[in-house]
Nanobody, 118 residues
Framework: QVRLMESGGGSVQAGGSLRLSCVASGLPFVKTSMAWFRQTPGNEREEVAT???????RYADSVKDRFYISRDIGKNTFYLQMNALRPEDTAQYYC????????????WGQGTPLTVSS
Protein backbone atom coordinates (compact mmCIF):
# COMPACT_ATOMS: atom_id res chain seq x y z
CA GLN A 1 0.00 0.00 0.00
CA VAL A 2 1.40 3.36 -1.04
CA ARG A 3 1.53 6.00 1.62
CA LEU A 4 2.60 9.62 1.21
CA MET A 5 2.95 11.84 4.24
CA GLU A 6 3.59 15.57 3.86
CA SER A 7 4.99 17.85 6.52
CA GLY A 8 6.53 21.29 6.82
CA GLY A 9 3.63 23.55 6.02
CA GLY A 10 2.84 26.59 8.08
CA SER A 11 2.78 30.36 8.06
CA VAL A 12 5.53 32.58 6.74
CA GLN A 13 5.94 36.19 5.74
CA ALA A 14 6.38 37.21 2.13
CA GLY A 15 9.97 36.85 1.04
CA GLY A 16 10.60 34.00 3.42
CA SER A 17 11.45 30.37 2.78
CA LEU A 18 10.01 27.04 3.79
CA ARG A 19 10.69 23.42 2.94
CA LEU A 20 8.01 20.81 2.53
CA SER A 21 8.79 17.13 2.97
CA CYS A 22 6.99 14.04 1.73
CA VAL A 23 7.88 10.63 3.06
CA ALA A 24 6.90 7.86 0.69
CA SER A 25 6.39 4.18 1.43
CA GLY A 26 5.09 1.19 -0.50
CA LEU A 27 6.61 2.14 -3.86
CA PRO A 28 9.95 1.80 -5.70
CA PHE A 29 11.19 5.24 -4.77
CA VAL A 30 14.10 5.39 -7.21
CA LYS A 31 12.02 4.64 -10.30
CA THR A 32 8.95 6.61 -9.36
CA SER A 33 8.06 10.06 -10.58
CA MET A 34 6.79 12.40 -7.89
CA ALA A 35 5.28 15.81 -7.80
CA TRP A 36 4.05 18.66 -5.68
CA PHE A 37 0.70 20.23 -6.37
CA ARG A 38 -1.20 23.04 -4.73
CA GLN A 39 -4.82 24.02 -4.51
CA THR A 40 -6.77 27.00 -3.27
CA PRO A 41 -10.52 26.99 -2.55
CA GLY A 42 -12.60 27.05 -5.70
CA ASN A 43 -9.67 26.35 -7.98
CA GLU A 44 -8.26 23.27 -9.66
CA ARG A 45 -5.20 21.57 -8.33
CA GLU A 46 -2.07 23.06 -9.91
CA GLU A 47 1.12 21.15 -10.65
CA VAL A 48 3.99 23.01 -9.01
CA ALA A 49 7.04 20.80 -9.49
CA THR A 50 7.70 17.29 -10.74
CA UNK A 51 10.69 15.00 -10.63
CA UNK A 52 10.91 12.02 -12.96
CA UNK A 53 12.28 8.65 -11.94
CA UNK A 54 15.49 9.48 -13.82
CA UNK A 55 15.82 12.80 -12.01
CA UNK A 56 14.54 15.19 -14.65
CA UNK A 57 12.67 18.13 -13.15
CA ARG A 58 9.89 20.38 -14.30
CA TYR A 59 8.39 23.50 -12.72
CA ALA A 60 5.35 25.67 -13.16
CA ASP A 61 6.27 29.07 -14.60
CA SER A 62 4.88 30.74 -11.49
CA VAL A 63 7.47 29.09 -9.24
CA LYS A 64 10.45 28.73 -11.56
CA ASP A 65 13.71 29.91 -9.96
CA ARG A 66 11.99 30.16 -6.57
CA PHE A 67 10.92 26.58 -5.80
CA TYR A 68 13.12 23.50 -6.07
CA ILE A 69 12.13 19.84 -5.95
CA SER A 70 14.60 17.25 -4.72
CA ARG A 71 14.69 13.78 -3.26
CA ASP A 72 16.72 11.82 -0.74
CA ILE A 73 16.63 8.24 -1.92
CA GLY A 74 18.10 6.91 1.31
CA LYS A 75 15.26 8.46 3.30
CA ASN A 76 12.47 7.76 0.77
CA THR A 77 11.66 11.43 1.07
CA PHE A 78 11.23 14.20 -1.45
CA TYR A 79 11.18 17.88 -0.80
CA LEU A 80 9.95 21.18 -2.07
CA GLN A 81 12.22 24.05 -1.14
CA MET A 82 10.25 27.27 -1.46
CA ASN A 83 12.08 30.60 -1.51
CA ALA A 84 11.01 34.19 -2.04
CA LEU A 85 7.48 33.24 -1.04
CA ARG A 86 4.59 35.41 -2.14
CA PRO A 87 1.05 35.74 -0.79
CA GLU A 88 -0.20 34.07 -3.98
CA ASP A 89 1.71 30.94 -3.00
CA THR A 90 -0.79 30.45 -0.19
CA ALA A 91 -2.48 27.11 -0.77
CA GLN A 92 -2.86 23.54 0.38
CA TYR A 93 0.15 21.64 -0.91
CA TYR A 94 0.00 17.96 -1.85
CA CYS A 95 2.64 15.46 -2.77
CA UNK A 96 1.85 12.82 -5.35
CA UNK A 97 3.57 9.81 -6.86
CA UNK A 98 3.55 7.38 -9.79
CA UNK A 99 3.04 8.51 -13.38
CA UNK A 100 3.41 12.15 -12.39
CA UNK A 101 5.81 12.86 -15.26
CA UNK A 102 2.99 12.04 -17.66
CA UNK A 103 0.60 14.10 -15.51
CA UNK A 104 -1.51 11.24 -14.23
CA UNK A 105 -0.33 10.89 -10.65
CA UNK A 106 -1.79 7.78 -9.05
CA UNK A 107 -1.21 8.31 -5.35
CA TRP A 108 -1.70 11.38 -3.19
CA GLY A 109 -0.90 12.64 0.26
CA GLN A 110 -3.36 14.40 2.53
CA GLY A 111 -1.88 17.83 2.04
CA THR A 112 -0.17 20.43 4.17
CA PRO A 113 -1.16 24.10 4.33
CA LEU A 114 0.97 27.10 3.51
CA THR A 115 -0.01 30.65 4.33
CA VAL A 116 2.15 33.52 3.14
CA SER A 117 1.33 36.88 4.66
CA SER A 118 2.28 40.23 3.16
Amino acid sequence: QVRLMESGGGSVQAGGSLRLSCVASGLPFVKTSMAWFRQTPGNEREEVATIAGDGRKRYADSVKDRFYISRDIGKNTFYLQMNALRPEDTAQYYCAAKDCWVQTCQDWGQGTPLTVSS
